[in-house]
């Protein structure tokens, strides 16, 4: 059964940091690009990272550069997501996938907020 199960969300002040990870699992996870994408109310959704199998490329959306990185840990079958310097319109439920075989995770909420 495949999961990608995503955690570290939650409220933070601006300025704030966050890490999220997405924890795979029932597929090989290491032969995959991954993904992180968000979703703001009334808005559409939005890839924010990208990271190749072997972790050796990633690219960001304009909006996060900078202040996020993409990582991954093959050998743990988890992507990480470092989240520095939020801003409130970085505030979405965060969702992790593996595009290529569309696999997605449920999704967690980050809310940045004073």
């Known amino acids: 059964q495949v999961q990608l199960v995503e955690s570290g969300g939650g409220l933070v002040q601006p300025g704030g940091s966050l890490r999220l990870s997405c924890a795979a699992s029932g597929f090989t996870f290491s032969i995959y690009a991954m993904t992180w994408y968000r979703q703001a109310p009334g808005k559409e959704r939005e890839l924010v990272a990208f990271?190749?199998?072997?972790?050796?490329?990633?690219s960001y959306a304009d909006s996060v550069k900078g202040r996020f990185t993409i990582s991954r840990d093959n050998a743990k079958n988890t992507v990480f997501l470092q989240m520095n310097s939020l801003k409130p319109e970085d505030t979405a439920v965060y969702y992790c996938?593996?595009?290529?075989?569309?696999?997605w995770g449920q999704g967690t909420q980050v809310t940045v907020s004073s």
């Open positions: 990271i190749s199998s072997s972790g050796g490329r990633t």
């Open positions: 996938a593996a595009t290529a075989p569309g696999y």
